[in-house]
């Protein structure tokens, strides 16, 4: 997979990812990916992440059932930043946040302060084993 080495990792190996919703072009999230990652994901179709937190592999929706179907993969310009175009998919279709919501991006700064702007379509207690 020599496409792999266009790409510019930070020195742990990893590269910022971006899913964007297919038909919106809403931003749904950020996260990580490293080769191992990055690969499944082309070779599989859905969105494979690097858990940071975990170090760990993180397949989308492996406890929410929120799963993304990547439709594209592209690269930015200077080969460092990638951007996956996804349709979301699960038991509740639209739900891309671990918060319940729509895309991760739900808060605004309004004057000094952020607001939520994005309501909360599933409780996250009934999405997610304790």
Known sequence: MQWLDNITWTADGLV?????EWHSNDVLMFAWMNREALALTAERGVAVYFSRSRNRL???GEESGHVQKVHEIRLDCDNDVV???VEQLGHEPGIAC???RHSCF???LDGDQWV?????LKDPATIYRA
Do not use: Y
Request: net charge positive; charged share 20%.
């Open 16 to 20: 910022p990812v971006i899913a964007q």
């Open 58 to 60: 993180w397949h989308k």
């Open 83 to 85: 951007l996956l175009r």
């Open 98 to 100: 671990h918060t319940g």
């Open 106 to 108: 739900f808060q605004r």
């Open 116 to 120: 939520s702007v994005e309501p909360v």
